[in-house]
């Protein structure tokens, strides 16, 4: 069922989505200390399950709550440094030694501080996003981007990639994005519906105001970018 947005303004949610960036970088580095790396890094993907990104090797990020579960164990995060829950999860699972990647991200937190209603906010674009591309593509929330995506395989090496992006460089704000690969030479980028757009920052097709568009808008974008993405591939 899709949740209603807009408790908290979209270009509100930067500061909650850097925090949740860094503390699900624990649950990708337990998979990196403890299971067998994957060439497409899909093993340190992380599922969106109630509520809860879920991690392969058994750690969890309860986001709305902040606070990471392995098995019946859970801590709260508000307060604890990225070392604090990287020891955490490291000693119930078995102490190799986790370290997160040296991905580009925004400025570590010196403590984690647990923004309750941003990331309550966070956790309904998440979940509204895994409902709305379920019918499309397995997707799994990424370690490194931060976006619930999937790919769409089509004949041959084609694709169209598909998620949400919690907020970026490139948007400050939760965004849908619809990616064809590979475009046709010179081929005409046709017009999206619901406000939708291509973005100028990458080759995709792009919609912002979630808040306003709401189910029925984010539905007619997706199913209106990915029609558009099948035309121009080639």
Same mark, same amino acid.
């Given at each position: ?58 750690? $969890? ?132 519906? $619901? ?28 199913? $209106?970018?990915?029609?558009? $993405? ?5």
């Amino acid at each position: 069922m899709w949740q209603i947005l807009g408790s908290v303004a979209p270009r509100e949610l930067a500061a909650a989505r850097i925090q949740l960036h860094w503390a699900a970088q624990v649950v990708s580095a337990a998979a990196d200390a403890y299971l067998a790396p994957v060439a497409d890094d899909s093993h340190t993907a992380m599922a969106w399950q109630g509520g809860a990104l879920v991690g392969k090797a058994g750690v $969890s990020l309860y986001v709305a709550d902040f606070a990471l579960a392995v098995g019946n164990d859970r801590v709260a995060l508000d307060g604890k440094t990225l070392d604090d829950a990287m020891a955490w999860a490291d000693a119930r699972l078995g102490k190799r030694g986790m370290h997160a990647r040296d991905y580009d991200m925004p400025v570590e937190p010196e403590r984690f501080t647990r923004l309750a209603d941003e990331l309550a906010e966070l956790a309904r674009y998440y979940a509204n996003a895994a409902e709305l591309f379920a019918a499309y593509a397995a997707c799994s929330v990424w370690p490194h981007h931060f976006d619930l995506g999937g790919t769409i395989k089509l004949a041959g090496t084609a694709e169209i990639g598909v998620g949400l992006s919690p907020g970026d460089h490139a948007y400050a704000e939760p965004y849908l994005y619809v990616t064809p690969y590979p475009l046709k030479l010179g081929a005409t980028l046709p017009p999206l519906v $619901s406000g939708g757009h291509w973005s100028t920052a990458f080759t995709g097709a792009v919609m912002t105001n979630l808040v306003l568009a709401g189910e029925a808008g984010a539905r007619a974008f997706v199913e $209106s970018a990915i029609g558009a $993405s099948r035309s121009v591939i080639a």
